[in-house]
Structure formats: structure tokens, C-alpha cells
């Protein structure tokens, strides 16, 4: 067999891809382990087995029907983690319908957004969460909403909106108000009567698995957010062999602290439980450290999934120590890069043995990449592994697109059953990462080794040029994260008039530790080249982030840009 010398690499397997959409799916699984534990939710202080958590979702999708909603519609869900949010997930999916995840942060400007660009026809969400006041919200954004009659609204800012509906994720059929034009949870559910079952298996018989079912907005950490649309095809094979690659059973119990709006959540929580048969633990609303640890412990769950920042905060909590975490055996880290002291710190600490890296992207459904608990070491905490089956992936060169050579850095590039549908109603944007051959470009910068295995450079915009060399701030975040007083780190690079651009880094310690920039500049001189050194080191208490635990670089950069600009 000749040696492959090209950064190319396609997995196969022996289980062919699923052929079902996900009502189909959920259906067999339901038959199965009808009396297991498909759902807790530990703020709700509710739980519901596999054949309750079906009748719930049949009475939702039936009571969806009788409000007018047909398959191909969109509706948007606005709230953080709870049943109410899973039930709209498999319910919409019963019947066809596109879901469109909403950021829970969103405020009035950016909720607009999202109706608009996804011509959302209908509206779940609670009254509010945190300090947003989402009723204040949308009140905001469309004034004439206060004298809409409930069930039907005639919106002229947007016309595509037509209902509306309100519920409390602690009593969702308790009605309080009001709310002007909004409808209530009980409002929808005594409609569901109107609906037989017959007519509800009837339209889910009708549903294709390349049929859109979701609408997913990118998280916006190098730009405006992009609709990208995901199909039954799409995730749900997805959730299917990354449940495979954990090993995952009706035996597992996953705490899922990151929000469901996202792939992480959605797909690789919700959806890879529901395929299998396992539990879904909702530890907290939005992430919490406490919550998740005391979850872990009182459900007795095998599995947690998290981005680093989550990891951290969790192995940092003062109780951490106070918790029986013996039941753990797996989790995905990913959404971000995972240092390898953390990934040390995960398997020791928290018995999570079998923590797998993965990565990916929102529109790759969204899992391309995944450790395997047989990889050493080494390649777990260097590489993101290989891809999942049935996927191709290579690296090109960025400006020429040619596939470059193995252990050379490039883009790396997805094609097979994963690739997004498209962006929503935006063929422009979606040929400007799709290309012709059906090669989705990342935008992420990598190399892969002889076996396929990939590791992770930096993202393509993020590559820094000093004076003609090219830097990969993950190389200078990985030294500087094994300095012993460094909890969290960030690379990125700022204007240079002499060097084109020149590295900075943004440092957050360990608590009640203190350092200057030249002890942290000495470090890295003893582990990196010189030109790698950051020329500027700041030290911060946060960072700019997304709900997810993706730190937004683009706002560190705005922002140091504007402190070191020169007073006008």
C-alpha cells in the first residue's frame, strides 16, 4: 500500500448512515426503553421516562398543527435549558417544522435580527431570565405588538410572525399576565384536541430525511451571525455516531450544563441521548459550576459534556472537592481549544477517563472531529482525533485550495452527510464556503499526520504575520496556560507599523496570584521562538464571550485598539 502524502483523509465504517428522520428514530427508542429516565430537569424538579416524554411531545405537535403550522414553517424557541425547550426540539421535528434557536441573551436588536433573517413564523419564550426582560424586549422592538389580539398577530415590521407564546418553565400551564397578543402554553395545549393521532402520523410520514429541521445562528465570534440550515440527515446521524464513538447506552445519564440553543446542546446532548435510549440531566438554566457538580452527584451521571471555560470553573469551585464525582466515566470537551493540563486536570479530577476532544462547526451538524478513548495520550491532548465515519476531510492550501501536503498547515475542509443544507435563503453566502464539489472551508487552520489524526492551528483570520512569519496563537496559548499561575489565556494579533502586526495576549490568573508582563514574557521565551513572544501582555479579571465559552477575540481586538490608540 503506498504511502498517502496528501493532507486527505475519509473514514468509513460498518454501520451504514441512518435512514430515519428523528420522529422515526425517537419512535424505536421509545419502544425500547419506554419506562427509562429520557429527561430530569433539576430547576423544574421534573423528570419524565421515554413513554411520557412521547406523549408530551404527541400532544405539543398536535396542538402545533391545530394553531395552522404546517411542515417547512419556522419557529423560533427564546429561552434557556429546560423540558419546555426539549419538547418544542422533538415536537417540531414530529411535524416538520424548523426550529430556529434563539440566543437566550439576545436583547431587542438582536431578537430582530433573528425573526427577520429567519422569517420566523412563530414565537416560544418565557417572560424573562436573569435581568432580560424579554416580554420588555419584544415590546420594544415591535411597539404595535401591545394591541395584537392573541393567536394571530398582524405585525407590519414583521410580517412573517403570527404567533406568540408565553410559557413559565416552573408552572408552564400556569397563566399570568397579561400579555398582550400572546398566547399562553394551556392557550395551545387545549387546542390539541383538534388534531387526531392518525392526521399527526400522517403529516410525520410525509417528512423526508433531507428535509430542513432546524435553524441554527452561528455564534458570531468573527462576524454578524449567520442562519444555517440543518437537516434530519444532517444531525441526527451526527448525534448517532458520536454516541457510538462514547460508547453511549440507554445506561448513560449526561449532565448538559451547555445551552441547548447551540449544536453542542441541541445536537450532541439533547439529540445524541434521545438516539440512544440515555437520560438528559438539565443541571441548571444557564451554566452554573455548583448546579452542575451537585447534578452530577445526586443523578449518578456517567457523562458531562462543557467547553474548557466550563471545565475550569467547575475544577475551581471552592466545593469541588466536596463531591462524589466517581460516577463519571466520558464527556466532549469542546467549542474551544482544550489545553492539556486541563484535559489532565479532567481525567484526574473528575474520573472522566474516556473525556473525548471533539470539534467541529454549526454547519457541520456539528461534529467533524472526536478523540477515541484507545488514542494515547499524546494524540489526545495534541490533536482533535480523526473524523467521525463517513466523512471526508483534507487541507488546502488557503490560496490556492490545493490539498497540501501531510503535516503542512492549511484550511481545513469537510464534505459528506454533515454539510449544512445552506444559509437560509442566501446562496451567495453559502457558495462562499460551499464550493462546487460540495468541500465546506472552516476557516480554520490545521495540519493532519499519515493516520488522519488533525490538529488545530488557529483560525484562519486569526493567523498572525509579524515581519513575513506566520503565528498560530494556539501554540503561544498552549505555553502560556502551563504557567502555574495562569487560569485562562488569549492570543491575537494588533496592527504593527513596522512588523505589520505584533502578538498580544490577555492573561486571567489563578485566584490571589499576581505576576508582571516580563514573568510571563520569560516563560515563553524559554518554550518559544522570539518572534512568538507577545509583545503586549494584559492582564484581565473575564473576557468577552459568547453564552457558549467561546472567547471573542474580535472584541479583545476593538477593544485593546481603542485604549492604545493615541488621545485625539
Given at each position: 500500500?503506498?504511502?498517502?502524502?496528501?493532507?486527505?483523509?475519509?473514514?468509513?465504517?460498518?454501520?451504514?448512515?441512518?435512514?430515519?428522520?428523528?420522529?422515526?428514530?425517537?419512535?424505536?427508542?421509545?419502544?425500547?426503553?419506554?419506562?427509562?429516565?429520557?429527561?430530569?430537569?433539576?430547576?423544574?424538579?421534573?423528570?419524565?421516562?421515554?413513554?411520557?416524554?412521547?406523549?408530551?411531545?404527541?400532544?405539543?405537535?398536535?396542538?402545533?398543527?391545530?394553531?395552522?403550522?404546517?411542515?417547512?414553517?419556522?419557529?423560533?424557541?427564546?429561552?434557556?435549558?429546560?423540558?419546555?425547550?426539549?419538547?418544542?426540539?422533538?415536537?417540531?421535528?414530529?411535524?416538520?417544522?424548523?426550529?430556529?434557536?434563539?440566543?437566550?441573551?439576545?436583547?431587542?436588536?438582536?431578537?430582530?435580527?433573528?425573526?427577520?433573517?429567519?422569517?420566523?413564523?412563530?414565537?416560544?419564550?418565557?417572560?424573562?431570565?436573569?435581568?432580560?426582560?424579554?416580554?420588555?424586549?419584544?415590546?420594544?422592538?415591535?411597539?404595535?405588538?401591545?394591541?395584537?389580539?392573541?393567536?394571530?398577530?398582524?405585525?407590519?415590521?414583521?410580517?412573517?410572525?403570527?404567533?406568540?407564546?408565553?410559557?413559565?418553565?416552573?408552572?408552564?400551564?400556569?397563566?399570568?399576565?397579561?400579555?398582550?397578543?400572546?398566547?399562553?402554553?394551556?392557550?395551545?395545549?387545549?387546542?390539541?384536541?383538534?388534531?387526531?393521532?392518525?392526521?399527526?402520523?400522517?403529516?410525520?410520514?410525509?417528512?423526508?430525511?433531507?428535509?430542513?429541521?432546524?435553524?441554527?445562528?452561528?455564534?458570531?465570534?468573527?462576524?454578524?451571525?449567520?442562519?444555517?440550515?440543518?437537516?434530519?440527515?444532517?444531525?441526527?446521524?451526527?448525534?448517532?455516531?458520536?454516541?457510538?464513538?462514547?460508547?453511549?447506552?440507554?445506561?448513560?445519564?449526561?449532565?448538559?450544563?451547555?445551552?441547548?440553543?447551540?449544536?453542542?446542546?441541541?445536537?450532541?446532548?439533547?439529540?445524541?441521548?434521545?438516539?440512544?435510549?440515555?437520560?438528559?440531566?438539565?443541571?441548571?438554566?444557564?451554566?452554573?459550576?455548583?448546579?452542575?457538580?451537585?447534578?452530577?452527584?445526586?443523578?449518578?451521571?456517567?457523562?458531562?459534556?462543557?467547553?474548557?471555560?466550563?471545565?475550569?470553573?467547575?475544577?475551581?469551585?471552592?466545593?469541588?472537592?466536596?463531591?462524589?464525582?466517581?460516577?463519571?466515566?466520558?464527556?466532549?470537551?469542546?467549542?474551544?481549544?482544550?489545553?492539556?493540563?486541563?484535559?489532565?486536570?479532567?481525567?484526574?479530577?473528575?474520573?472522566?477517563?474516556?473525556?473525548?476532544?471533539?470539534?467541529?462547526?454549526?454547519?457541520?451538524?456539528?461534529?467533524?472531529?472526536?478523540?477515541?478513548?484507545?488514542?494515547?495520550?499524546?494524540?489526545?491532548?495534541?490533536?482533535?482525533?480523526?473524523?467521525?465515519?463517513?466523512?471526508?476531510?483534507?487541507?488546502?492550501?488557503?490560496?490556492?485550495?490545493r490539498t497540501v501536503t501531510v503535516g503542512t498547515v492549511g484550511e481545513v475542509c469537510f464534505r459528506g452527510y454533515h454539510v449544512m443544507k445552506g444559509y437560509y435563503?442566501?446562496?451567495?453566502?453559502?457558495?462562499?464556503?460551499?464550493?462546487?464539489?460540495?468541500?465546506?472551508?472552516?476557516?480554520?487552520?490545521?495540519?493532519?499526520?499519515?493516520?488522519?489524526?488533525?490538529?488545530?492551528?488557529?483560525?484562519?483570520?486569526?493567523?498572525?504575520?509579524?515581519?513575513?512569519?506566520?503565528?498560530?496563537?494556539?501554540?503561544?496559548?498552549?505555553?502560556?496556560?502551563?504557567?502555574?499561575?495562569?487560569?485562562?489565556?488569549?492570543?491575537?494579533?494588533?496592527?504593527?507599523?513596522?512588523?505589520?502586526?505584533?502578538?498580544?495576549?490577555?492573561?486571567?490568573?489563578?485566584?490571589?496570584?499576581?505576576?508582571?508582563?516580563?514573568?510571563?514574557?520569560?516563560?515563553?521565551?524559554?518554550?518559544?521562538?522570539?518572534?512568538?513572544?507577545?509583545?503586549?501582555?494584559?492582564?484581565?479579571?473575564?473576557?468577552?464571550?459568547?453564552?457558549?465559552?467561546?472567547?471573542?477575540?474580535?472584541?479583545?481586538?476593538?477593544?485593546?485598539?481603542?485604549?492604545?490608540?493615541?488621545?485625539?
Amino acid at each position: 500500500m503506498p504511502v498517502r502524502t496528501k493532507s486527505y483523509f475519509h473514514r468509513g465504517s460498518l454501520d451504514p448512515l441512518l435512514g430515519d428522520t428523528i420522529p422515526t428514530r425517537f419512535a424505536d427508542v421509545v419502544t425500547r426503553f419506554a419506562e427509562r429516565d429520557a429527561v430530569v430537569s433539576i430547576p423544574q424538579q421534573r423528570r419524565l421516562s421515554y413513554a411520557a416524554l412521547k406523549v408530551a411531545v404527541d400532544e405539543l405537535a398536535r396542538a402545533l398543527l391545530a394553531m395552522g403550522f404546517v411542515p417547512g414553517d419556522r419557529i423560533g424557541i427564546w429561552a434557556p435549558n429546560n423540558i419546555e425547550w426539549l419538547l418544542l426540539q422533538m415536537a417540531t421535528a414530529r411535524i416538520g417544522v424548523v426550529l430556529v434557536n434563539i440566543n437566550p441573551a439576545y436583547r431587542s436588536r438582536e431578537l430582530g435580527y433573528a425573526l427577520a433573517r429567519s422569517e420566523v413564523q412563530g414565537l416560544f419564550m418565557i417572560p424573562r431570565f436573569r435581568h432580560n426582560d424579554y416580554v420588555g424586549s419584544l415590546l420594544e422592538l415591535i411597539p404595535e405588538f401591545k394591541h395584537a389580539a392573541p393567536g394571530e398577530c398582524k405585525l407590519s415590521a414583521f410580517p412573517y410572525l403570527r404567533r406568540i407564546v408565553i410559557y413559565h418553565p416552573e408552572k408552564p400551564n400556569t397563566v399570568t399576565g397579561p400579555f398582550p397578543g400572546c398566547q399562553t402554553w394551556r392557550d395551545i395545549h387545549e387546542s390539541a384536541h383538534r388534531v387526531t393521532t392518525h392526521e399527526l402520523d400522517a403529516v410525520t410520514a410525509s417528512i423526508d430525511v433531507d428535509d430542513p429541521v432546524n435553524i441554527q445562528y452561528t455564534s458570531g465570534t468573527t462576524g454578524s451571525p449567520k442562519a444555517v440550515v440543518l437537516t434530519h440527515h444532517n444531525i441526527l446521524n451526527n448525534a448517532l455516531f458520536a454516541a457510538r464513538e462514547m460508547r453511549f447506552t440507554e445506561l448513560d445519564r449526561l449532565a448538559v450544563p451547555v445551552p441547548f440553543y447551540h449544536c453542542f446542546g441541541m445536537v450532541l446532548s439533547n439529540l445524541l441521548c434521545l438516539s440512544v435510549g440515555a437520560c438528559v440531566v438539565i443541571p441548571c438554566e444557564h451554566f452554573d459550576a455548583l448546579q452542575v457538580l451537585q447534578a452530577i452527584e445526586a443523578e449518578g451521571c456517567t457523562a458531562v459534556h462543557g467547553v474548557p471555560t466550563m471545565f475550569i470553573a467547575e475544577l475551581e469551585h471552592p466545593q469541588f472537592h466536596e463531591f462524589d464525582l466517581s460516577t463519571l466515566r466520558a464527556g466532549i470537551m469542546a467549542g474551544a481549544p482544550c489545553p492539556s493540563a486541563l484535559m489532565k486536570r479532567v481525567m484526574e479530577k473528575m474520573h472522566c477517563q474516556e473525556i473525548l476532544i471533539g470539534y467541529g462547526q454549526t454547519e457541520a451538524s456539528p461534529l467533524t472531529h472526536l478523540t477515541s478513548r484507545g488514542d494515547s495520550m499524546k494524540r489526545r491532548i495534541n490533536t482533535v482525533g480523526r473524523n467521525l465515519p463517513h466523512q471526508e476531510v483534507k487541507i488546502v492550501d488557503p490560496e490556492s485550495r490545493r490539498t497540501v501536503t501531510v503535516g503542512t498547515v492549511g484550511e481545513v475542509c469537510f464534505r459528506g452527510y454533515h454539510v449544512m443544507k445552506g444559509y437560509y435563503r442566501d446562496a451567495k453566502a453559502t457558495r462562499a464556503v460551499v464550493d462546487e464539489n460540495g468541500w465546506l472551508a472552516s476557516g480554520d487552520l490545521g495540519s493532519m499526520d499519515r493516520n488522519g489524526y488533525v490538529r488545530i492551528t488557529g483560525r484562519r483570520k486569526e493567523m498572525i504575520i509579524r515581519g513575513g512569519e506566520n503565528i498560530y496563537p494556539r501554540e503561544i496559548e498552549d505555553v502560556i496556560f502551563s504557567h502555574p499561575k495562569v487560569m485562562e489565556v488569549a492570543v491575537f494579533g494588533v496592527p504593527d507599523d513596522v512588523y505589520g502586526e505584533q502578538v498580544m495576549a490577555w492573561v486571567q490568573l489563578q485566584p490571589n496570584q499576581s505576576a508582571e508582563e516580563q514573568e510571563i514574557q520569560d516563560f515563553c521565551r524559554e518554550h518559544i521562538a522570539h518572534f512568538k513572544i507577545p509583545k503586549f501582555i494584559w492582564f484581565v479579571s473575564e473576557f468577552p464571550m459568547t453564552v457558549t465559552g467561546k472567547l471573542q477575540k474580535f472584541r479583545m481586538r476593538e477593544i485593546a485598539l481603542q485604549k492604545m490608540s493615541p488621545k485625539a
